[in-house]
């Protein structure tokens, strides 16, 4: 039996068929993510959703035609966004990601921003409670903020609040559904009572807007009419949940980092204990224990587009970022070997939301010592002092970790990390042996459905 598995990711989108009898995932088409619309405002990071439904859409159609009969499509999304729609399922809003950090900015003639004002009725213990924590990007907060700044919108009787990943059922089967991976990590969920919160969607604003059904991983939403016939659509998962699952399933002495856009930590727990982390839903009651918003691929990024930048400003040459990173890679392995005393050092804060690093730069410069090797290397070496600081948050007498696996296209052939995180914590560290785990981990969801 083949279902087709679709993680929609902040950088790529990738669909394969999952095949529930030979337990394979095979033909993974790759394509990158839509960018985000042109806007005055660094701090707004929207996505055109008409965009996102015609791409997956057109990959499912394509699938169908080729592949013939699916059993079922199974989606994982990046989460924390929104999308306001009508009850028709047209847009109201484009998406607004995880990426955007409105809500830490003044509302209109307000002095205080939507965070700042949140943060004195949604206290830790209250938000406890949701799986997450009141922060910059999280749709309750930036959801606050376009409410607070749409005073004529927010009086109309139809809006539907939505996951990216609902949204996207909304439009494929008409129907608002989500689950509750999805759901609690919008801020506005109650993972222990699988339902929503009202309470917060009281104190937000937005208690008249219509919230989606929560389904587990195994209900169908509804039905894609495709060209050749009706395919059931099952709930999103959250990315980071499906990639954890297909790493690990319920294992709960392994601890993972996730090396994507933005770092991740986590490991899986039994219960939900009070710490400096996140409880996450995830599957057969049990919880991500969870450090978020570490650098990532994002940071690097920010050195890689100045490098770019010279090419293209002083030298007139166009190169790719593909092309840079093997560079730096290849000069990674001749790298300054100076002492300590002597190396560049980075810290990757350039991100202000960002949790472990406080500001963005290079330190200790000296002659001959700031090479692209260097810096890079400096740069690895900060990320990997922080997935360890975050470690160190997630122990405590209920979690022993007896390994950790790197996920994610940043850190599977990254071998300075690896040795630098196994050297520090004594924890042997390996990349994940599953190239993409959150298609793997809907491939796991997908054998539970087959099997019923």
Same mark, same amino acid.
């Given at each position: ?11 790529? +989108?990738?669909? /394969? ?44 159609? =394509? ?18 966004? *929104? ?32 965070? =700042? *004002? ?18 910059? !990007?999280?749709? /309750?907060?930036? @959801? ?11 009086? &109309? ?34 993972? /222990?009572? &699988? ?7 009281? =104190? ?10 929560? $389904? ?7 039905? *894609? ?72 691929? &994002? ?20 190169? %790719? ?38 500001? !963005?730069? +290079? ?11 260097? @810096?890079? &290397?400096? /740069?690895? =070496? ?21 390994? +950790?696996?790197? %996920? ?30 959150? $298609?793997?981990?809907? @491939? ?7 099997? !019923?």
């Amino acid at each position: 039996m083949s279902y087709l598995g679709i993680d929609i990711g902040s950088s790529f +989108i990738k669909s /394969a068929l999952l095949d529930t009898t030979r337990l394979q995932i095979s033909g993974t088409v790759k394509i990158p993510t839509p960018g985000p619309l042109p806007n005055d405002k660094n701090y707004i990071f929207e996505l055109d959703p008409h965009i996102i439904v015609k791409m997956i859409t057109t990959m499912i159609e =394509e699938r169908v035609k080729l592949e013939g009969p699916i059993e079922g499509i199974l989606l994982s999304t990046q989460m924390h966004g *929104f999308v306001l729609a009508d009850q028709s399922g047209e847009p109201l809003t484009n998406y607004i990601s995880w990426r955007d950090t409105r809500g830490t900015y003044s509302n209109g003639n307000e002095t205080q921003s939507s965070l =700042e *004002f949140l943060s004195q009725f949604l206290t830790p213990e209250k938000m406890s409670r949701c799986g997450t924590r009141l922060k910059s !990007g999280l749709a /309750a907060c930036n @959801l606050h903020h376009w409410i607070m700044n749409n005073p004529d919108q927010i009086k &109309r009787k139809d809006i539907s609040f939505c996951t990216l990943g609902s949204f996207l059922i909304y439009k494929l089967t008409g129907r608002n559904a989500c689950h509750l991976t999805n759901a609690a990590a919008t801020g506005f969920a109650d993972p /222990a009572k &699988r339902a929503w919160n009202q309470d917060i969607i009281y =104190e937000v604003g937005c208690d008249s807007f219509t919230f989606p059904d929560l $389904l587990s991983e195994h209900e169908v939403c509804g039905y *894609f009419g495709s060209t050749k016939g009706s395919i059931p659509v099952f709930p999103d998962i959250g990315d980071h949940q499906a990639t954890v699952y297909g790493a690990l399933k319920e294992n709960t002495s392994i601890a993972v980092i996730s090396g994507g856009t933005a770092g991740i930590v986590s490991v899986v727990t039994n219960e939900a204990t009070a710490g400096d982390y996140e409880n996450r839903p995830y599957f057969n009651n049990q919880y991500l224990r969870t450090v978020t918003q570490l650098p990532g691929g &994002r940071n690097l990024d920010v050195l890689v587009d100045f490098i770019e930048e010279i090419g293209s400003s002083i030298y007139q040459a166009s190169i %790719t970022k593909e092309d840079i990173w093997q560079k730096i890679l290849q000069s990674l392995s001749v790298a300054n070997q100076a002492s300590s005393l002597e190396s560049i050092k980075v810290e990757l804060g350039f991100f202000k939301e960002q949790k472990m690093v406080k500001h !963005g730069r +290079i330190d200790n410069i000296r002659e001959g010592n700031l090479t692209s090797g260097s @810096l890079f &290397r400096a /740069a690895f =070496e900060n990320l990997a002092d922080n997935f360890i600081t975050a470690l160190n948050k997630l122990a405590d007498s209920t979690v022993q970790i007896q390994r +950790i696996y790197l %996920t994610g296209g940043l850190l599977h052939n990254n071998s300075l990390i690896q040795s630098t995180i196994q050297d520090l914590t004594g924890i042997e560290t390996i990349p994940s042996n599953i190239q993409e785990e959150a $298609l793997t981990g809907l @491939l796991h969801i997908a054998v539970k459905i087959a099997n !019923g």
